[in-house]
């Protein structure tokens, strides 16, 4: 039998715990982006029931890029208070983001697909104008250029 995703909808909105994976490599973080949705969104997915935050960014990581990463460290939690673009459903998540170890000498093949089952497609975007892009979550924009020490705690209402 399958594990549970850690998400669960009520007649207020949607609960999602979710990781996310930051993979750089020649100052690019790979992000991915899938046929029905406007915006980029990270490496990652859903915890399962009974599963580590490192177990599941590892598992997603894998699933979306054909790749074991190695963990390097927690860099972000983040709670996010949003409406999801597409379905327009009101969503309470918290997501743990996962700096992973570079890995420079594979090249990636994306094998999942989003949510409405739309295939996905993985992307190097450059760090320094991710200004310029639609993404999520919002605040790789300005995090992922500075210096990321320690571990931050970060607070989005849309």
Not at 24 to 29: E, L, N, P, Q, V
Not at 87 to 106: D, P, S
Not at 149 to 157: D, L
Request: glycine share 6%; hydrophobic share 35%; with cysteine.
């Amino acid at each position: 039998m399958e594990e549970q995703d850690l998400t669960f909808k009520t007649s207020e909105g949607i609960f999602n715990y979710r990781v996310g994976a930051i993979i750089i490599r020649d100052k690019k973080i790979l992000m991915v982006k899938n046929d029905s949705a406007p915006y980029y969104y990270s490496v990652g997915g859903r915890v399962k029931l009974n599963e580590t935050s490192e177990e599941a960014v590892v598992r997603e990581t894998f699933e979306e890029t054909g790749i074991k990463f190695e963990i390097d460290r927690l860099a972000f939690i983040h709670e996010h208070f949003f409406h999801e673009e597409i379905t327009r459903e009101h969503y309470h998540e918290i997501a743990l983001f996962y700096l992973m170890k570079e890995n420079t000498n594979v090249n990636f093949v994306c094998k999942s697909s989003g949510d409405q089952g739309a295939k996905e497609h993985l992307y190097w975007l450059p760090i320094e104008n991710l200004e310029q892009f639609h993404l999520f979550p919002q605040f790789f924009k300005t995090k992922l250029a500075g210096s990321m020490t320690g571990i931050e705690h970060i607070i989005s209402k849309e």
